[in-house]
């Protein structure tokens, strides 16, 4: 096309910077990550191991709600 508009994005986000929230919770969804992909080949997995990019969704969705609930007044501190 010829004429080129630019919509502005309205989309409400969500989203906290993983190094605002407490570093025990980017270790935890490291970990999870890793639970989650695993090696194919070891045999004493719990679970059959899932694609990576099935798992950044995953995480995504994790740190997502994270950030709404600080975004809805939790603090990002770990709890006492």
Known sequence: PSLRVDVPDRRRR???P???L???FGDALRAY???LTGDIL???LRAKPIKPVSADHKIASLHRLAS???AS???PSAPS
């Open 73 to 75: 007044g939790g603090s």
């Open 33 to 35: 990550r890793q639970a």
């Open 18 to 20: 993983l190094e605002t």
């Open 14 to 16: 969500y989203h906290v």
């Open 22 to 24: 407490p570093k025990s």
């Open 68 to 70: 709404a609930a600080v």
């Open 42 to 44: 070891d045999h004493d």
